[in-house]
């Protein structure tokens, strides 16, 4: 069970969730809200070193990043909700039923938000780490949220769980959402097959991979591009 974040001034919109990883992250001795410069940072460790938390696209990170990375060690901590326990109230606050989400959140999910900025991770100085997570999500029946959820509000969400990190620190350790031999060639068809991921999701692994120079494209296979895994991150230039 990971502890309740307490709330300050400038922190009365955010998630809890966001609140519990900043001060997670900060430790005892970290600060957070930390003004640098034109921003305001999540974290700044004891270690001198800056954490962003970012729970969806990495595209508007990219001016604060390209601020930030000359000022210390920079890390991008990147939510994933491994599982979601949804609590449904009324107006009233009364609970009317808990269920579990159906979705569940993987390691891969991390590119549907890195697909906006694929180059950050090129970047010195610069790490992500995925952040697994159970987290419990209120949610009220008032009739003023989006019609695709039939009225229903959401709500704040809390951390239950951490279930664990992957942490990546250069564009070598992305080589792991390549899983295939450096001389076996692969589509995105494949990948999507084996890693029993949506092709959706296994077009923009390859897209953010191929940027990173973590694989190649080597020719066609039919109307399909093949890839191969790079021994060492070959980055293209543009």
Partial sequence: MWVKAPRSIGTERESSLHAELKYLYAGAHGKV????????????NEYGEIIEIQTGSFGPLKDKVAYLIDRGPLKIVHPIHTLRRIEL????????????????????????SLVYAPRLPLLPNLSVE????????KRVQDGKGSWRRRGISLGDKKIVERQGELLLRSPQDYGC?????YDEPFTVKDLAQKARISPAIAGKTVY???????IDRQ???????????NREPSVKGG
């Fill in 130 to 137: 995925l952040v697994l997570l159970e987290i419990l999500e």
């Fill in 89 to 112: 109230y009324d107006p009233a606050g009364v609970l009317l039923y808990r269920r579990k989400s159906p979705r569940r959140g993987t390691i891969w999910d991390l590119f549907s």
């Fill in 208 to 214: 953010v991979l191929s940027i990173l120079g973590t």
């Fill in 219 to 229: 020719g066609k296979r039919g109307n399909a591009w093949v890839y191969r895994r």
């Fill in 33 to 44: 809200e930390v003004p640098l410069g034109p921003y305001v940072c999540d974290v700044h």
């Fill in 177 to 181: 959402f390549a899983p295939f031999e």
